[in-house]
């Protein structure tokens, strides 16, 4: 069966820092994974999917994940966090297996952005 | 740009009603999902369907159901609300089609008040 764990419940970081948001996954076979983002009182939105092409994988607002099979992670990363970055993110696995691209969300992680 | 809309953004109801929440997506795709999201428990699949009056059970499909008529509309059903089915509702929609079968487009949620 696919999992999914988010490893922080809330990150805080300063303006300008690096941001990480790290996510492990378990799959029976080789995985589609994603990285959601939802801004409050907004809907989800898709920030990039991994589907076993390229390794790393670039989103949208300068966001990239790196898949690493060897640790079973699928890690977000920024460069410079801004203000606007401040929501909550789910790290997503599909769950193929007979259904119809059904996803497992994990719990989210809180950002917070300082000025 | 896809659209998934939701009826309500905000709804309160009294315990034993029974409460409608509807779902509309624009963009044809043949399935359509409802979560609901809890804080610290991320989202959590109630019922799919991925075509016109097909529905499969999620992970928790206790207390609801739902229809399908029409292939853009997807309506969850509470057949009589309970103060524990006070949640944030989510509905998303994604294509039948290799390569995007998996990207759910999600509308802006309905936070649904049982009192």
């Known amino acids: 069966a696919q999992s999914v764990t988010q490893l922080d419940s809330h990150v805080s970081v300063s303006e300008g820092t690096p941001v990480l948001l790290r996510c492990n996954y378990s799959?029976?076979?080789?995985?589609?994974l994603f990285w959601y983002v939802q801004h409050p009182n907004k809907g989800l939105q898709l920030l990039l999917k991994?589907?076993?092409?390229?390794?790393l994988v670039k989103g949208i607002n300068g966001f990239e994940a790196e898949f690493k099979k060897s640790e079973t992670s699928f890690h977000l990363t920024k460069p410079s966090a801004h203000m606007s970055d401040a929501a909550e993110y789910f790290c997503?696995?599909?769950?193929?297996?007979?259904?119809?691209?059904?996803?497992?969300f994990g719990k989210g992680t809180k950002l917070s952005v300082k000025p | 740009d896809v659209k998934v809309t939701q009826s309500s953004r905000y709804l309160v109801k009294r315990t034993g009603e029974k409460v409608f929440l509807e779902c509309v997506q624009d963009?044809?795709?043949?399935?359509m999902f409802w979560y609901r999201q809890d804080p610290g428990l991320g989202l959590r699949l109630i019922y799919f369907?991925?075509?016109?009056?097909?529905?499969e059970k999620g992970d928790i499909p206790e207390g609801y159901s739902v229809s399908r008529e029409k292939k853009e509309r997807f309506s969850l059903i509470l057949e009589s609300a309970s103060t524990n089915q006070t949640s944030m509702y989510l509905c998303?929609?994604?294509?039948?089609?290799?390569?995007?079968?998996?990207?759910?487009?999600f509308g802006p949620g309905t936070r649904l008040l049982v009192l």
């Open positions: 998303a929609s994604s294509p039948l089609q290799a390569g995007d079968l998996e990207t759910q487009y």
């Open positions: 799959s029976s076979y080789s995985p589609s």
């Open positions: 991994y589907t076993s092409a390229a390794t």
């Open positions: 997503v696995v599909s769950s193929y297996g007979g259904s119809q691209g059904n996803l497992i």
């Open positions: 963009m044809d795709h043949e399935n």
């Open positions: 369907s991925y075509d016109v009056k097909m529905k």
